[in-house]
């Protein structure tokens, strides 16, 4: 890491706004942040910097538009 991706497709995330990545990806204020919903947009790039488990799935730590946090995605029932 860190790798740039490309989104293919419209993505919405969670996002939640950090300088550094975190500890704990498993930390509740991640998990279907719905106060900070972001959309990825086809043919956006953005840039994963770390990962870890967040649940049954992952949570991402990255840079989107110079800005860097941890996106979720919603993980319904």
Excluded: S
């Amino acid at each position: 890491l860190p790798v740039t991706v490309k989104a293919r497709d419209e993505i919405q995330v969670f996002f939640t706004p950090m300088d550094a990545a975190p500890e704990n990806y498993e930390a509740p204020e991640f998990f279907n942040n719905y106060e900070n919903p972001k959309v990825i947009h086809p043919e956006e790039e953005f840039k994963i910097l770390g990962f870890g488990k967040c649940y049954n799935y992952y949570a991402f730590f990255v840079e989107i538009n110079g800005e860097t946090g941890v996106i979720t995605f919603w993980t319904g029932d």
